[in-house]
Structures are given as C-alpha cells and as structure tokens.
C-alpha cells in the first residue's frame, strides 16, 4: 500500500522540542516536494512548511519562522520536522503529504496541492 507515515508526536511541555518524521511505505519521496501540515481541534488543517525535492529550498508559514525546520534525508526516504519553542496552540495532529512537483509554492502549503497524506502524529503541549 502506498503511503506515508508520520511518527515523532507525542506530549511535551512549552518550551520543548519535538522532532516529527516522514517516511514513505511503498511510495519514494525523493522527486517530489514534501509539506507538512497541522489540524488544531475545531480548527481547519492549516500548512505548515514545505521542502523542495534537493533539499535546498523550503518554504514556511509565518507563525512557523525561527521555531520549526524542515529538512530531508532522500537516502532513508524521509522527511523532517524539528520543532523547537513548542507552544500550547502547537498542539494538534501534523500530517505530511507528497507534492505533485518537485518544487515548494512561494506561499504556505495549500492542501489541494498535494496528493498523498499519512494519517498524522498527534502532538501535545501541555504542562
């Protein structure tokens, strides 16, 4: 079955660090743009971040800039999210999805844009 599958989630306190990972199960990531994105309870799921299929390009909501990183390992067929400076409206579940091209938008990752998705990681931050 092609897919993808998110791990890393889990409950940390504000100020924590979490590191989300992206790996393709049947389905190669490596020409393709990788984004991430969050559902916050009630909320719509929102883009986060994207990277392009090298590795050299990425892109990132705003409210995202300076806290959360984007990076790729092609070799392991996996996709990154370190998120730093975790705060309580972080909380949700974050989900990746493979682009239809290589390349990131300019602006932040909209959800018709992309085709295959995991089934998300459930990240807390709560003290």
């Known amino acids: 079955q092609l897919q993808l599958v998110e791990s890393g989630g889990g409950l940390v306190q504000p100020g924590g660090s979490l590191r989300l990972s992206c790996a393709g199960s049947?389905?190669?990531?490596?020409?393709?743009?990788i984004g991430w994105f969050r559902q916050a309870p009630g909320k719509e799921r929102e883009g986060l971040s994207c990277?392009?299929?090298?590795?050299?390009?990425?892109t990132y909501a705003d409210s995202m800039k300076g806290r959360f990183t984007i990076s790729r390992d092609n070799a392991k067929n996996t996709v990154y999210l370190q998120m730093n400076s975790l705060k309580p409206e972080d909380t949700g579940l974050y989900y990746c999805a493979r682009r239809l091209m290589a390349y990131c938008s300019e602006h932040a990752p909209a959800m018709t844009e992309y085709l295959f998705w995991g089934r998300g990681t459930q990240v807390t931050v709560s003290s």
């Open positions: 049947g389905l190669t990531l490596d020409h393709y743009a």
């Open positions: 990277i392009n299929s090298s590795g050299d390009h990425t």
